[in-house]
């Protein structure tokens, strides 16, 4: 068991060069992982080894560097099959990230699949990315998009899911944990209540994949969808999981190089999976040094991480609630290290360049969650969202300038 001390965070930190530089001024106190965190050193060399040595396009070349790039690639879909304890490395598709993931399932799955009366059900929490794909497929196949509402606290109720699943519902498309408010889902429950009536699942791992062990085995989904950017890798790279029965009777989702077995005018074959979704040249360098990431999460521990994230959040919530005019929005019981909140009579924008001239770096804005917001009846949040290198010591900073800002503006 790795045991949490600052002298561990510490030596954490170093790894990342990036954390090592002032802004406006002042130490970088980075409180924007949910949105992309930061990359260590060991994931900086792996790209920069790529393109100083085995750069090469990857599977149909014969020389060496192609060889090297390639074993390089398949050997990240290896890490990622044992990083989420998927049955067979086939079931590793590389993509550019979430959203391309649950593209490619509306329109490889749902496209073929739906039908006029079918439902696909989302939560009230979803990002965007898990919204609009749906609602493109949707208008393609004359299925009703449904949603699961979501309470004051930003919590979604099991009763109220399991009422909106009938024999309709083909498909649930769900947030593990939710990007805006950092409320983590009941999603292996859901998982089984939605097979109970024989709808597919998709699970939405994006923020998800930086914080908890995924098990897709134990999870029993249809899908899961994940971004290398918010798991200490590149940017660029995304992973979408499918159980091999449901990947294979699903239409290509793009036409290309690679996906194919044979070409004529007359017709083509497909390729197996993974590569009948991988289409063109992938993002080798970035898929390459997405090994690094997972090998450095691995090395960490999650016993490490949640505790630490934990440890931030719970200081976060002591010392934040406290100040003036402090609203925090969303207040699940299960929840992640994402604190996202308003301050009386100041707008969140300013909260968040003020912030900014402090070297403190939070998002602001409705966070791609715009039905959320809308909910929540405001227009944005300021999230701060911590990752294993940030300290207890940058949280309380982080107190003292958001009580120096709202002080002034009281004046
Ligand atoms: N889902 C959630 C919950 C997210 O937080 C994000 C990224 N903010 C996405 C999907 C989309 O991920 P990407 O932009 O990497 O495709």
């Known amino acids: 068991m790795s045991v949490i001390t600052d002298i561990s965070v510490n030596e954490i930190r170093k790894q990342f060069p990036i954390l090592n530089q002032d802004v406006n001024g002042k130490p970088l106190v980075y409180f924007d992982n949910a949105a992309t965190s930061q990359t260590p050193q060991v994931v900086i060399d792996a790209l920069v080894n790529y393109y100083q040595k085995d750069n090469a396009n990857i599977h149909r070349g014969i020389h060496t560097l192609a060889e090297r790039a390639t074993t390089g690639f398949e050997a990240t879909r290896?890490?990622?099959?044992?990083?989420?304890?998927?049955?067979?490395?086939?079931?590793?598709?590389?993509?550019?990230?979430?959203?391309?993931?649950?593209?490619?399932?509306?329109?490889?799955?749902?496209?073929?699949?739906?039908?006029?009366?079918?439902?696909?059900?989302?939560?009230?929490?979803?990002?965007?990315?898990?919204?609009?794909?749906?609602?493109?497929?949707?208008?393609?196949?004359?299925?009703?998009?449904?949603?699961?509402?979501?309470?004051?606290?930003?919590?979604?109720?099991?009763?109220?899911?399991?009422?909106?699943?009938?024999?309709?519902?083909?498909?649930?498309?769900?947030?593990?944990?939710?990007?805006?408010?950092?409320?983590?889902?009941?999603?292996?429950?859901?998982?089984?209540?939605?097979?109970?009536?024989?709808?597919?699942?998709?699970?939405?791992?994006?923020?998800?994949?930086?914080?908890?062990?995924?098990?897709?085995?134990?999870?029993?989904?249809?899908?899961?969808?994940?971004?290398?950017?918010?798991?200490?890798?590149?940017?660029?790279?995304?992973?979408?999981?499918?159980?091999?029965?449901?990947?294979?009777?699903?239409?290509?989702?793009?036409?290309?190089?690679?996906?194919?077995?044979?070409?004529?005018?007359?017709?083509?074959?497909?390729n197996d999976i993974p590569y009948k979704f991988e289409a063109g040249t992938p993002n080798i360098a970035d898929v390459v040094a997405l090994k690094a990431a997972i090998e450095f999460m691995n090395e960490v521990g999650f016993e490490f991480l949640h505790h630490q994230e934990q440890a931030l959040l719970n200081k976060g919530r002591d010392i934040l609630f406290d100040i003036d005019g402090f609203q925090p929005i969303g207040n699940a019981k299960e929840k992640a290290s994402v604190i996202s909140f308003l301050i009386d009579g100041v707008h969140s924008f300013d909260l968040g360049m003020l912030l900014d001239a402090k070297g403190i770096a939070v998002r602001t804005g409705h966070h791609c969650t715009q039905p959320l917001m809308d909910h929540f009846k405001i227009d944005g949040t300021v999230r701060a969202s911590f990752a294993v290198y940030n300290t207890v010591e940058e949280v309380e900073q982080f107190a003292e300038a958001l009580t120096d800002i709202v002080k002034k503006f009281r004046k």
């Open 78 to 270: 290896k890490a990622v099959q044992q990083f989420i304890n998927s049955n067979e490395v086939e079931e590793i598709i590389f993509t550019k990230g979430t959203t391309e993931g649950i593209n490619l399932v509306a329109q490889a799955y749902g496209r073929k699949f739906l039908q006029e009366g079918d439902e696909v059900l989302i939560t009230g929490m979803e990002h965007h990315s898990n919204i609009v794909p749906w609602q493109i497929v949707c208008q393609q196949t004359g299925a009703k998009l449904k949603v699961i509402p979501v309470d004051n606290n930003g919590e979604i109720s099991i009763e109220e899911y399991e009422s909106l699943l009938s024999e309709r519902t083909k498909i649930v498309s769900a947030v593990y944990i939710s990007n805006s408010l950092g409320t983590i889902n009941p999603v292996p429950q859901m998982i089984e209540l939605a097979h109970a009536i024989g709808a597919k699942v998709l699970v939405d791992g994006a923020q998800a994949a930086p914080h908890h062990k995924l098990d897709v085995q134990k999870l029993n989904c249809d899908w899961l969808a994940f971004s290398g950017h918010k798991m200490y890798g590149p940017t660029g790279v995304g992973i979408l999981y499918g159980k091999r029965q449901v990947l294979e009777k699903m239409d290509p989702y793009q036409g290309g190089g690679e996906m194919i077995k044979e070409v004529s005018f007359a017709g083509t074959s497909y």
